[in-house]
């Protein structure tokens, strides 16, 4: 059964936002939220995790509400370099990642 | 600091053969993690060491693989014999702390993969 559900693709021209929501419905209390990114022919990189609230850091933004059912990756201004596919998922401490099929984000010049 | 690496970067071997892959964590990482992804599939998890320890495994195929971290550091998946349906790519991935402290999840730290093909 998949922890969270994202859509399946996305595209967006250079330098706007971009928003990719998550649901997770069945969130634990202890579960954190963490969002990779992969290009092809490399593993998928960390890009940024939040427990609630608002995280930022210097590539995104994640948005989760006070019910921490859904969280939104934020993504300003992209760029062609931006073209992957992007992981959300939902973890805790030191136990293994549960991927879904993600989502391909298409960034369009 | 180096991040995690993996070798090698491409194995094609015929069916029956044996395929030992090899991953170097970030060193001092306590936890090391193998994943793969066969076939456009998504990515799914095979076993996580603690140290030498295997802390779960339950995600390894069958008793064809077989993985090890000798002394804690790097470690190796052995794929013995092979057989068609284990091509894909192998992901490793070592994250720092064992023990789960509060508030603390640790990032898992990927290593670019190694694609297996077998003939």
Redesign the interface.
């Known amino acids: 059964l998949a922890k969270t559900t994202q859509p399946i693709s996305m595209d967006s021209y250079e330098g706007q936002e971009v928003n990719i929501t998550c649901s997770h419905n069945n969130i634990a209390t202890n579960d ?1 939220i ?1 969002w ?1 990114q992969q290009f092809p ?6 890009i940024i ?1 939040g ?1 609630k609230t608002k995280v930022t850091n210097e590539v995104a933004s994640l948005f989760i509400p006070a019910d921490r059912k859904s969280s939104t990756l934020s993504l300003p201004r992209v760029s062609l370099s931006d073209t992957a596919v992007y992981y959300c998922l939902l ?4 136990e ?6 993600g989502t391909r984000l298409t960034i369009i010049p | 600091e180096a991040g995690v690496t993996q070798f090698p970067s491409h194995s094609v071997i015929e069916k029956g053969q044996t395929v030992t892959l090899r991953c170097d964590p970030i060193s001092g990482h306590d936890n090391l993690y193998w994943y793969r992804r066969v076939m456009g599939k998504e990515i799914k998890f095979l076993l996580h060491f603690v140290k030498e320890s295997k802390q779960d495994e339950s995600g390894m195929p069958n008793n064809r693989f077989l993985a090890e971290r000798t002394g804690g550091t790097y470690s190796t998946l052995k794929v013995q014999p092979a057989e068609l349906e284990d091509s894909g790519v192998y992901f490793c991935a070592s994250s720092p702390r064992w023990g789960s402290l509060a508030g603390i999840t640790d990032t898992q730290y990927f290593g670019p993969g190694t694609r297996l093909t077998v003939l």
């Open positions: 954190y963490t990779y022919s490399q593993g998928p990189r960390f995790q427990y973890n805790f401490g030191n293994k990642l549960t991927f879904g099929t």
